[in-house]
């Protein structure tokens, strides 16, 4: 009888024994299916921060030494984008006279003000406090680079006002259509204070868009 009872302690034992060995190997083939089946999840997770950047790659305008011509009460000097400078009544040198490129390297569009250092008057004083002029244009190099501003295409005078003018409302930051010529133009007047260099400072600002 003791040895029945033994058998049946041992059978039970071996169920058990082959129960566990079942469920292993159950778990085992779920957990290859997953494997196989392209059932395992993988998670990203990337986060993006906006910037606001801008990139001078054309930063001095130089005319070199130079006269009115004989005769004249002015003489008028202008860059036309990334060609010679134009000088008229005057014999200043436009081959170092480029227009300024600006270029938005950030991540998003931005709106862009320029402020000058000086109006015209600082910068020549001329006697009779006219017959002078100080003006800049922006256009786009690249198509579609700058818009949403009045300001765009026309010369009109530079802005010494805290903040400056502002010249474009929508900056571009996408590839091929980022960047934007500054053109200078300088009314010269006979009658002016200065004797030497003559030199300005351009502010570009860039903020969020809008």
């Known amino acids: 009888m003791k040895t029945i009872d033994l058998f049946a302690v041992l059978s039970i034992v071996a ?27 993988g998670y990203i997770n990337l986060s993006v921060s906006t ?16 006269n009115i011509n004989f005769s004249y009460m002015n003489s008028t000097l202008y860059t036309r984008n990334n060609n010679t400078g134009v000088v ?3 014999n200043w040198s436009g081959v170092n006279a480029k227009a300024f490129i ?27 406090s006219s017959n002078e ?16 501003a009045a300001s765009l295409g026309q010369w009109r005078d530079v802005n010494k006002t ?18 934007i010529y500054i053109d200078v133009l300088l009314t010269v007047p006979q009658d002016s ?9 351009l502010t570009i600002t860039a903020t969020a868009a809008g």
């Open 193 to 201: 204070n200065v004797i030497g260099n003559l030199s300005d400072i």
């Open 88 to 90: 008229y009544r005057g």
């Open 133 to 148: 002029q100080y003006m800049i244009n922006v256009t786009n190099k690249e198509t579609s680079s700058c818009s949403g």
């Open 162 to 179: 805290s903040g400056g003018t502002k010249y474009c409302s929508q900056f571009s930051y996408l590839k091929d259509s980022n960047e």
């Open 51 to 66: 910037s606001i950047a801008l990139s001078m790659l054309q930063d001095t305008l130089d005319w070199g030494s130079g």
């Open 15 to 41: 169920i058990i024994i082959v129960m566990i060995n079942i469920s292993v190997t159950y778990i085992k083939i779920a957990d290859f299916e997953k494997k196989s089946t392209g059932n395992v999840l």
């Open 102 to 128: 600006v270029q938005n390297i950030g991540g998003n569009n931005c709106s862009l003000f320029i402020q000058s250092s000086k109006d015209a008057h600082d910068l020549f004083q001329s006697a009779s």
